[in-house]
């Protein structure tokens, strides 16, 4: 390898991988070995795709999802109950509470959540902008869909504080035992707060 | 008391055991969606772990759930994020701290039974100095040893104990009754626990150096907005 302080074009392109989650030196070289070797066409066509979603793709108006457009299809549509509002950690999350097919109002993307041991606090995540959507004066109930570990738990926490005696509705999605599950092969864990959490029949 | 995510399916666990301290392991596909794993290595959950390996990182082998603390939420769970920090920077690895553990735990259940927060965290915080070996003498002014007069002022240095002050006004001074009431564990009085909050983050911040806590960070920023 060179020692100047100018890299090659193939060191950098096994750089540039490199910053993909799970990407390390040794898979980075793989890959860039690959594109370039087995596959330039895929490699021109990744090229191409990542430079147009780098330029075209922002953040959604209304729920901070990623669009093209000032808002993305979702909030545009008119069959949309707008006075419900469901909190998301990610765009992942977003999917699939659409594949329940049980939820008709709109969305919010937090994209991410607190983590106070990995220094994420509420201004790294959408919360300012949340706070302005819930109280657009459209919005009367908000759903909290943040995910169910402690840092979900403590997101959870923070949207209760900036949203309560606001006049609007709040709600937590319920927890418990698993849709067909049978006791007997629940884990532990869930059982035990289904049991705290339990509800009059 | 925390998970990191490490290559393409593990986590890496930040575990406090009773026996071997601080230890870090990690959990092979614990992220994959069906591993018996996930969900079970959350933090603040008493667990029963195996493992193997000898070097500094082990291989988690086994995690099963104890259960008998309830999840925490709200201020709880920001407070025990707190306490999982102060850990996670001040311990060494592999070090066991028994009673600090069984500090750890008692904690842990108080803040899920819903107890007042600030003498749960008054304790921990005693006890990790504690066991750091920086226990505190509160009874005793450490120039003179004489006994702590609950009404004169002191100042106390992280080094040498409390010091006589010379009047309120003396920067960090602190009334001697909150100096007793700490030592006794009562937090009644609001004055007195208020001082004890502020004297225990100094002290806290000294042995953390110039390294700051982000949970105190975010806490700060929820009061802000």
Same mark, same amino acid.
């Given at each position: 390898m060179k020692s100047q302080g100018t890299l090659s074009s193939l060191e950098e392109l096994i750089e540039a991988l490199r910053c993909l989650p799970g990407v390390g030196p040794k898979a980075a070289q793989r890959m860039?070995?690959?594109l370039l070797q087995r596959d330039r066409p895929g490699a021109e066509?990744?090229?191409a795709a990542l430079g147009r979603a780098i330029e075209t793709i922002r953040r959604c108006a209304s729920c901070n999802s990623f669009t093209e457009a000032h808002l993305c299809d979702l909030c545009a549509s008119a069959k949309r109950d707008t006075t419900q509002l469901c909190v998301v950690e990610t765009p992942a999350d977003l999917v699939m509470m659409e594949q329940t097919l049980a939820y008709k109002g709109l969305y919010f993307v937090l994209m991410g959540r607190i983590s106070p041991l990995d220094g994420i606090g509420p201004r790294?995540?959408?919360l300012e902008v949340l706070q302005k959507r819930a109280l657009d004066g459209q919005v009367k109930e908000v759903i909290v869909a943040t995910n169910f570990t402690n840092e979900g738990e403590a997101t959870a926490h923070y949207i209760g504080e900036i949203l309560k005696g606001r006049g609007i509705k709040l709600s937590r999605i319920a927890r418990g035992v698993p849709v067909g599950g049978e006791l007997e092969y629940v884990d532990a864990g869930t059982l035990a707060q289904a049991l705290v959490e339990r509800r009059p029949v | 008391m925390h998970t990191y995510p490490y290559k393409e399916t593990s986590l890496l666990v930040d575990a406090f055991t009773k026996a071997s301290g601080r230890i870090t392991l990690v959990a092979r596909s614990a992220r994959r969606p069906r591993s018996a794993m996930r969900g079970t290595l959350? @933090?603040?959950?008493?667990?029963?772990?195996s493992w193997v390996g000898r070097g500094e990182v082990k291989t988690l082998t086994k995690a099963e759930w104890l259960g008998g603390i309830s999840l925490l939420r709200g201020e709880a769970l920001l407070c025990a994020f707190y306490l999982n920090e102060l850990l996670i920077r001040l311990l060494a690895r592999e070090d066991a701290?028994?009673?600090l553990f069984d500090r750890y735990?008692? @904690?842990l259940r108080q803040f899920s039974v819903g107890e007042a927060s600030a003498p749960i965290l008054r304790r921990f915080e005693k006890a990790l100095l504690k066991e750091l070996g920086y226990a505190l003498v509160l009874d005793r002014e450490a120039f003179t040893g004489e006994q702590i007069d609950p009404a004169r002022y002191y100042t106390y240095d992280p080094e040498k104990g409390a010091l006589a002050a010379r009047d309120s006004e003396t920067e960090h001074a602190v009334i001697g009754r909150t100096l007793l009431s700490l030592a006794r564990d009562e937090f009644d009085d609001i004055r007195t626990s208020h001082e @004890?909050? @502020?004297l225990?983050?100094?002290l806290i911040n000294h042995r953390l150096e110039a390294r700051q806590l982000n949970s105190r960070r975010v806490f700060r920023e929820l009061l802000e907005l």
């Open positions: 860039a070995f690959y066509r990744l090229a790294d995540i959408g | 959350m @933090a603040f959950q008493p667990l029963s772990l701290h028994e009673a735990a008692d @904690a @004890a909050r @502020a225990m983050r100094s």
